[in-house]
């Protein structure tokens, strides 16, 4: 079973950054996709960014393009999403999630997430 700790959210005004982390435990080789996905109150849980552990295959939601970053740390087992010029709309509570069999946009393709790390955005 593949443990997921989400850290980093806060509260930030507009045009500010945050970077988010995910500290991995129990993870496999086969273990190979990681994802961070958002969901704001009253909205469904959205997709924000995928990649394979190996970091050569990335894929950014169109909301957060040239604005998120995702990444991670080998040595480490974290993985990262960076955040910058964020919005008001970017407020949510962000998970991430891993795969085994999946390198997905949809959460229902991911069986281990993360409690959740809130982040706001001020306008």
Known sequence: ?????ESGGGLVQAGGSLRLSCAVSGRTFSTDTMGWFR???GKERE??????????????????????TIARDNAKN????????????DTAVYYCAASRNYYSSKSTDY?????????TVSS
Do not use: C, H
Not at 1 to 5: D, R
Not at 111 to 119: E, F, H, L
């Open 1 to 5: 079973q593949v443990q997921l700790v």
């Open 39 to 41: 969901q704001a109150p």
């Open 47 to 68: 997709f924000v960014a995928v990649m394979r552990w190996s970091g050569d295959s990335i894929f950014y939601a169109d909301s957060v393009k040239g604005r998120f």
């Open 78 to 89: 974290v993985v990262y999403l960076q955040m910058n010029s964020l919005k008001p709309e």
């Open 111 to 119: 069986a281990s997430w993360g409690q959740g790390t809130q982040v």
